[in-house]
């Protein structure tokens, strides 16, 4: 069993930005799809992003944060990470990690379709 730990939420103001790290308690190949979801008080699970390496990086974003945020590993542990500029107030949500997710991220936007998740990081953007 994975675990995995979110870290780096905060509160910003609008415009600002932060970096959401997720490192993982076991080793997670860079071809496994990885991705980061959020939930705003009151609504359900929200797919922000998603990636895997099978050799070259495969990211993939949601269109409200597209250009924006971008998701990435870092070695030796590919810890995942999701630098977030430019920030909302509509960012504000409980951030996710997830992994073990479809190959190639095929449709991977849904909760369902990922094996290990994280407790979230908290992020606020005030206005």
């Known amino acids: 069993q994975v675990q995995l730990l979110e870290s780096g939420g905060g509160s910003v103001q609008a415009g600002g930005s932060l970096t959401l790290s997720c490192v993982a308690s076991?080793?997670?190949?860079?071809?496994?799809?990885r991705a980061w979801f959020r939930q705003a008080p009151g609504k359900g699970h929200e797919w922000v992003a998603s990636m895997y390496d099978g050799g070259t990086v495969s990211a993939f974003y949601a269109i409200s944060v597209k250009g924006r945020f971008t998701i990435s590993l870092a070695s030796p542990n590919n810890t995942a990470f999701l630098q977030m500029n430019s920030l909302k107030p509509e960012d504000t949500a409980m951030y996710y990690c997830a992994a073990d997710g479809p190959a190639y991220c095929t449709g991977a936007i849904t909760r369902a379709g990922y094996k290990y998740w994280g407790q979230g990081t908290q992020v606020t953007v005030s206005s």
């Open positions: 076991a080793y997670i190949p860079r071809s496994n799809c």
